[in-house]
């Protein structure tokens, strides 16, 4: 049985694979290209991706493809219509991500609101030396405490951020992107009104028909000057050249871990935003503690081995190929090694 991880470095090659390589044929590749994608996949049984398309295309011709495993949550980066058609099954990993995600929800609310990147520079450019003063009290902050904080998307995530910041004294409302979350104890106000009243705003929701430029020039205007707003859901929620525009004309500040398109290209409108400690934009990285990680990992397994439990794949004479060209280059691999450290410490003196 042969298993296929196309994007392997989104995952960090701090985490141990061998709980997937235990159960079958397993090839890494650290990245993918589209170009690339079919070759890699043609002949898998499993396919695991994170962020890699597999189009109808792609999948059009994989007679051998039985199962489908997001590295992720979101699956927008398959063609789920076709896959149900050809009987792939699909599976994502939801919920291992929440706690890592509220946590940076803060880490970025924090560097924003305490002015982090100002007093930062103000330290190690001996600013502060000069002044003779003990403090600073240049860029003055609020507290969270008694503050409005609206919540857009309600699911696990914006729950656990409207709890926390609770815990803070924050007065907590939110607004649900499905119309469908209105069952709790914090209110459900309108989106217009959680933009012209909050705050703190932090978005939590995914990337779909009705959150697709949710945020844009009609209502980016409704946002409270200093308001903070917080993007930890999906790019393509709020438009960027809309936001880059607002922030530019007044003061209003941004913490956005995911872009429309990432990685962030060079002409993106947010690189001209005139003050740029006023914007915070992180490498789509809120889902990645090691603890996160290491609960995806564990949920591909889970994935793969609950799918086998009911659709056993024979492994074909090919695998058993691919799995002896794995161990040749596996020792390989090795030999180079060893002769690198012959070649630096001959006589095994442990000289480096």
């Not at 061998?18 to 079919?38: F, P």
């Not at 002015?115 to 000069?130: A, L, Q, R």
């Not at 003055?140 to 857009?152: H, L, N, Q, V």
């Not at 005139?274 to 995806?296: C, G, V």
């Amino acid at each position: 049985m042969k298993i296929v991880i196309l994007d392997a470095k989104t995952l960090g090659d701090d985490l141990d694979l061998t709980s997937i390589k235990d159960i079958g044929n397993l090839v890494i590749y650290q990245t993918t290209t589209k170009e690339e994608t079919l070759a890699r996949v043609q002949n898998a049984d499993i396919v695991i991706t994170n962020k890699v398309v597999l189009s109808a295309e792609i999948l059009e011709q994989c007679n051998r493809l039985k199962l489908i495993c997001i590295s992720a949550t979101g699956m927008n980066n398959v063609d789920i219509e076709y896959a149900n058609l050809k009987n792939i099954y699909l599976k994502n990993v939801a919920g291992y991500s929440t706690k890592s995600v509220v946590q940076h929800t803060f880490a970025m609310l924090f560097f924003l609101l305490e002015k982090m990147s100002y007093y930062d520079k103000v330290v190690k450019d001996g600013i502060w030396s000069e002044s003779k003063l003990f403090t600073d009290v240049s860029k003055p902050f609020f507290e969270i405490s008694g503050k409005k904080w609206g919540i857009i998307g309600f699911g696990r995530i914006g729950q656990e951020v409207a709890g926390i910041a609770t815990s803070f004294g924050a007065e907590v409302s939110y607004y649900s992107t499905t119309g469908n979350n209105l069952k709790s104890a914090y209110p459900h106000k309108a989106l217009d009104t959680i933009l012209a009243t909050c705050d703190i705003i932090s978005i939590h929701a995914p990337l779909n028909e009705k959150t697709k430029y949710l945020l844009n020039e009609c209502n980016l205007g409704y946002i409270k000057d200093k308001a903070i707003l917080l993007n930890l859901g999906r790019g393509g929620i709020i438009n960027e050249t809309d936001l880059a525009f607002e922030m530019n004309r007044r003061e209003i500040y941004a913490g956005l871990d995911v872009l429309e398109s990432e990685p962030i290209e060079k002409l993106n409108p947010l690189n001209s935003v005139k003050n740029q400690d006023r914007l915070l934009i992180t490498p789509h990285i809120a889902w990645t503690s090691i603890e996160a990680r290491k609960k995806l990992i564990k949920g591909l397994e889970n994935n793969i081995r609950k799918f086998l439990e009911t659709n056993p794949i024979e492994d074909s004479p090919d695998d058993k190929i691919e799995e002896v060209k794995e161990v040749i280059k596996e020792l390989e691999i090795k030999e180079k090694k060893k002769k690198k450290k012959d070649i630096e410490d001959p006589f095994n003196l442990g000289l480096h």
